[in-house]
């Protein structure tokens, strides 16, 4: 089975700031990793995901994201807020390829000029 | 990257009535489609597995009798949410899993926003 926590369900940085947004997960297996980003009435987009290989990850739009299996964490960065960058935030985790993904309960990221 | 649609983007509908929700990969044959709910300001929750060919497999405390879910070819599946009441109001989102490839992920419709009034 499979869980995510995703730390802060509210995230406010300035434009130009780091951007941090924290995931912890929970898998019996090897997990899969995903961030995907939800603007208003829309649906997810993929920002970057984690399968196997080197386990920094980096995404569109600027954003990466390190899977640390000691610490069960896959943390999303990104150097540079971007007004843009406002959005809702999900992690979400499978155990397989193609499976259905485990959401955590979102991060709103707010980005003040 | 491969394309998943969903129609229609909204609907209202009287409480009483059925509506019916498709999803279609565009570019590509799935043979795996899921059927996710979204509250408002909350997660998405799995409801459905969808195997062309064969019966859904419904998460735990999801109606199958209420949510009717087809995956009549490789590229459709539709959600038919019966005699739909105020609860059933939500942003419904399906997804398509590509066959074989390890590194391969779900993609997602743009979801669906059903008002029940």
């Known amino acids: 089975a499979q869980s995510v926590t995703q730390l802060g369900s509210h995230v406010s940085v300035s434009e130009g700031a780091l951007v941090l947004l924290r995931c912890n997960y929970s898998s019996s297996v090897p997990p899969y990793l995903f961030w995907y980003v939800q603007y208003p009435n829309q649906g997810l987009q993929l920002l970057l995901k984690?399968?196997?290989?080197?386990?920094l990850v980096k995404g569109i739009n600027g954003f990466e994201a390190e899977f640390k299996k000691s610490e069960t964490s896959f943390h999303l960065t990104k150097p540079s807020a971007h007004m843009s960058d406002a959005a809702e935030y999900f992690c979400?985790?499978?155990?397989?390829?193609?499976?259905?993904?485990?959401f955590g309960k979102g991060t709103t990221l707010s980005v003040s000029s | 990257g491969a394309v998943v649609s969903q129609h229609p983007s909204w609907v209202i509908c009287k409480s009483g009535t059925s509506v019916k929700i498709e999803c279609r990969s565009l570019d590509f044959q799935a043979t795996t489609m899921f059927w996710y709910r979204q509250f408002p300001k909350q997660s998405l929750m799995l409801m459905a597995t969808?195997?062309?060919?064969?019966?859904?497999?419904?998460e735990q405390g999801v109606e199958k009798d209420k949510f009717l879910i087809n995956h009549a070819s490789l590229t459709l599946s539709t959600l038919t949410v019966t005699s739909a009441h105020p609860e059933d109001s939500s942003f419904y989102i399906c997804?398509?899993?590509?066959?074989?490839?390890?590194?391969?992920?779900?993609?997602f419709g743009p979801g669906t926003r059903l008002t029940v009034l």
């Open positions: 997804s398509a899993s590509r066959p074989v490839a390890s590194t391969d992920t779900q993609y």
């Open positions: 969808s195997n062309e060919g064969s019966k859904a497999t419904y």
């Open positions: 984690y399968t196997t290989g080197a386990t």
């Open positions: 979400a985790v499978s155990g397989q390829a193609g499976t259905a993904l485990i």
